[in-house]
């Protein structure tokens, strides 16, 4: 029996259209500090060679959700199937967003933009989500995936994703619960941009 | 002077939860200050807030970030030199937002915004910011007039009575009695509110660990707070407890409880007053032990008269580079250090608190715990022989440096082999 689906659009789960493109593994430089094997990489860092990109494996039909560097160097051969709605565009945390939205003219052009988020303690998941909605009005499927699970949900919502990759060994229907942790929150953000004082009349004590 | 609370309570709201900075590189703290002397050390946080009005008697905010203690100290520099209250928000998060995606994440003792700061340069820092924040600012998390009154509403005055702001009883009493004038002097501190003072108690009794009070000393607080200060009671950064509002008629009377039950030692601001940390009797990360060191020093200068000609003094004490007790700002500062495995002391000179807030200088090569004593005496030696009149030590050490002091204390240490 096929392992039930771990992903979540809106409030269902659901099965999953697009096939994720990974690019083949590279000579990964391990860089260590105080003996410590470093694990994050700095925003802006380069991080994929032109053999990674040149081997990357595109399936040959269907959605396939490709990684952005691929995206970038290897269009023309995606040209059709970008035309035909099945290219979805995924990053790493610590890639540009400048970079994916001088790649294509019309940013709403995909359907579906990922972002990868190796580490849970990665908080710039949520920042890239933040500028992809106001900064660049991207309107279609944004998705989280990587080390994502239910305690990022609520905040990766408010942020302006939509669509969320739960980690394989977490149950996708427990991380649909915390979607609801808060009714209220205080501040504006992506999902509502309205803080509370807007929202609710708050009177005042007596 | 303005009261920042209700602003305050908004960012702490505005704070809670916030989706995009739930997992920053690394701690952050905001601290914010509305007074002149700026009790909040804002140059010592993530983010400074320093509330002040403009020339047009406006509300505005100079914004600091990038300061820290710990391990790297440094102080915040000015990223905004005005900002007007209602942008608080959106600025912040414009801040944090250019620390959340370009924060170090790949290294815990870089992760600090004050470490990004200082990599972009506090000018492009700042750059980077404003161009953020122009796409934030008037959006809705703006704050609106109408909720900073509502949220002010929160903070209400305490029921004053209306009093004179003078006491017969309470002016004859410090004419008498040298000792509660003394401790009026030290301990009791102007208020708005006429006939009202706010009192320092002192958790500094000489040869007892700073900041300790009793099980008794807590019960009989709590009922001080309860008798004579609307039921309020608060905690200083400098390990004492105050009370906010009591009447200048209640003052003996407090004074005579608070001596009894060893609360009262008037040496607020002095140079037993000494921030410390737990160090090695109670912290597991501490290279040496403060406490008795602390202890060591207050019985050194256990001569009030003494203590009062030295004058204000702020000596911070920390039991390792987590700077707890906060030593880099301190006016002589401690540092408790490990070499192969036994403690020494590190001395840092003319650090301070306050909106022109310093770091220390390290004096030279580290103490051993029974030196100490001896080399606090030696700079309060050259303090006393240097000053001139009026002139507190942090203005001594200011105004002729750190080598006076150095070559007191080295001098006959010459022949030694240095510890360092
Ligand atoms: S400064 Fe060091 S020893 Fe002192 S309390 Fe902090 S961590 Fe512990």
Redesign the pocket.
């Known amino acids: 029996m096929p392992k039930s689906s771990n992903l979540i659009l809106n409030q269902a789960i659901v099965e999953d259209e697009w096939t994720l493109v990974s690019l083949p593994a590279g000579e990964e430089v391990v860089k260590k500090q105080a003996g410590k094997v470093v694990l994050f990489k700095l925003t802006g860092e380069a991080s994929t060679t032109p053999e990674q990109i040149a081997n990357t494996e595109i399936p040959a039909s269907g959605k396939i959700l490709v990684p952005l560097s691929v995206w970038v160097a290897r269009q023309p051969e995606l040209a059709a199937r970008h035309a035909a709605g099945e290219v979805g565009v995924w990053l790493d945390t610590h890639e540009l967003l400048e970079t994916l939205a001088a790649s294509v003219a019309d940013i709403n052009s995909l359907p579906l933009i990922a972002v990868h988020v190796e580490r849970f303690a990665d908080g710039r998941i949520f920042s890239i989500g933040n500028l992809l909605r106001t900064r660049y009005h991207y309107k279609n499927d944004l998705r989280a995936f990587g080390d994502v699970l239910r305690d990022q949900l609520f905040f990766l919502k408010r942020c302006g994703f939509n669509s969320y990759l739960i980690r394989g060994d977490r149950s996708a229907q427990d991380a649909l619960a915390s979607l609801g942790d808060f009714t209220q929150p205080y501040q504006g953000a992506v999902d509502n941009n309205q803080p509370v004082w807007r929202r609710v009349n708050r009177t005042a004590p007596h | 002077m303005i009261d920042p609370r209700a602003i305050a309570e908004i960012i702490r709201q505005w704070s809670t939860f916030h989706p995009e900075f739930a997992l920053l590189p690394r701690k952050f703290k905001i601290a914010v200050s509305g007074t002149k002397e700026d009790r909040a050390i804002i140059q010592a946080h993530d983010i400074g807030l320093e509330f002040y009005h403009d020339d047009q008697q406006k509300i505005a905010i100079r914004v600091w970030v990038g300061g820290g203690l710990g391990r790297t100290p440094i102080l915040g520099s000015v990223v905004r030199e005005h900002l007007e209250w209602q942008h608080v928000l959106t600025y912040c998060e414009a801040v944090i937002r250019v620390y959340n995606l370009h924060g170090r994440r790949d290294n815990a003792y870089k992760a600090r915004i004050k470490i990004l700061v200082k990599a972009l340069g506090v000018e492009e820092f700042a750059r980077q910011v404003e161009e953020e924040w122009q796409h934030l600012k008037d959006s809705p998390n703006t704050i609106t007039k109408a909720e900073l009154d509502r949220v002010a509403q929160h903070f209400t005055k305490m029921p004053y009575d209306t009093l004179p702001d003078h006491d017969a009883g309470f002016d004859s009493a410090v004419a008498s009695n040298p000792a509660f004038a003394a401790w009026v002097r030290r301990n009791v501190h102007k208020h708005q509110q006429p006939g009202y003072r706010a009192v320092t108690l002192s958790l500094k009794t000489h040869g007892q660990a700073p900041g300790d009070a009793s099980t008794e000393q807590m019960h009989t607080v709590a009922d001080f707070a309860d008798e004579y200060s609307f039921g309020e009671l608060r905690v200083a950064h400098e390990q004492n407890l105050i009370l906010a509002d009591v009447k200048i008629t209640d003052l003996y009377a407090l004074w005579e409880k608070a001596k009894a039950n060893g609360l009262a030692t008037a040496n607020i601001g002095l140079l037993t007053d000494i921030i410390c940390?737990?160090?090695?009797d109670f912290?597991s990360?501490?290279?040496a032990k403060?406490i008795p060191i602390a202890e060591a020093i207050q019985m050194q200068f256990d001569d009030m008269d003494y203590l009062y000609d030295i004058g204000d003094l702020e000596l911070n004490i920390?039991?390792?580079m987590?700077?707890?007790?906060h030593h880099h700002v301190g006016h002589i500062g401690v540092l408790?250090v490990d070499k192969d495995g036994s403690e020494w002391y590190q001395v840092t000179l003319g650090g301070k608190q306050g909106n022109d807030a310093n770091l220390g200088t390290v004096l030279g090569p580290s103490f051993a715990a029974d030196e100490m004593p001896g080399v606090v005496q030696k700079l309060i030696d050259v303090y006393v022989r240097e000053r001139t009149a009026e002139e507190r030590f942090i203005d001594t050490v200011r105004r002729i440096g750190v080598a006076p002091f150095k070559t007191h204390v080295y001098g006959e240490k010459k022949k030694e082999v240095a510890h360092a």
């Not at chain 2, 987590?322 to 007790?325: E, I, K, L, P, R």
Request: proline fraction near 6%.
């Open positions: 940390c737990p160090g090695g912290c990360l501490a290279n403060s920390s039991g390792c987590n700077a707890c007790g408790g």
